[in-house]
T-cell receptor, first 113, second 114 residues
């Protein structure tokens, strides 16, 4: 049962344009969401997070939007840079699950120069 | 460099065999997590240890076991290996809980079962 879904396996964007990565979840108990980025041959690294009490969190070029009614979140990267090319994982957590993070399958972002 | 060290980086073995994956967390981190990433799959949570004690369990098979030692390093033991166990195994650590905090991942151990 995939509770966190990233339905787009890959996304290709021109340098300087906006990248929008989407994530849907099914468990309404999730109340904290995180994005991780992964380069080849490296482990995932934390990028940005958002609590369910907010609908937006911004950190430099990265903004995460949360739509609780739709159980949907998105990561916006503006402007996209070639160095942003990586796999992006969405993750969610719920107090009832303790410290377990539930990850999506990831989206491969390619930023073309 | 996340500060989390995993060994070996690559491992090739045969079905039915047993392997041990090792993880050294970041200095000061008490929590260690193990995740499995199979082809085209997300990171599947296996197990978490906090200061030597098992804290949370995910979809970890009975053929798999883990432990965290007094020096806080952790080992994941995989036995009676099957072809489907081929995957990338990540270890991650955190100061406390990962729920709202940052997980620091190692580079992973790629296991190939032939």
């Amino acid at each position: 049962d995939q509770q966190v879904k990233q339905n787009s396996p890959s996304l290709s964007v021109q340098e300087g344009r906006i990248s929008i990565l989407n994530c849907d979840y099914t468990n309404s108990m999730f109340d904290y969401f995180l994005w991780y980025k992964k380069y080849p041959a490296e482990g995932p690294t934390f990028l940005i997070s958002i609590s369910s009490i907010k609908d937006k969190n911004e950190d430099g070029r990265f903004t995460v939007f949360l739509n609780k009614s739709a159980k949907h979140l998105s990561l916006h990267i503006v402007p996209s840079q070639p160095g942003d090319s990586a796999v992006y994982f969405c993750a969610a957590s719920a107090e009832e699950y303790g410290n377990k993070l539930v990850f999506g399958a990831g989206t491969i972002l390619r930023v073309k120069s | 460099d996340s500060g989390v060290t995993q060994t070996p980086k690559h491992l090739i073995t045969a079905t039915g065999q047993r392997v041990t994956l090792r993880c050294s967390p970041r200095s000061g981190d008490l929590s260690v997590y193990w995740y499995q990433q199979s082809l085209d799959q997300g990171l599947q949570f296996l197990i978490q240890y906090y200061n030597g004690e098992e804290r949370a369990k995910g979809n970890i098979l009975e053929r798999f076991s883990a432990q965290q030692f007094p020096d806080l390093h952790s080992e994941l033991n995989l036995s009676s290996l099957e072809l489907g166990d081929s995957a990338l195994y990540f270890c991650a650590s955190s100061v406390g809980g990962a729920r709202t905090g940052e997980l620091f991942f190692g580079e992973g151990s790629r296991l190939t079962v032939l």
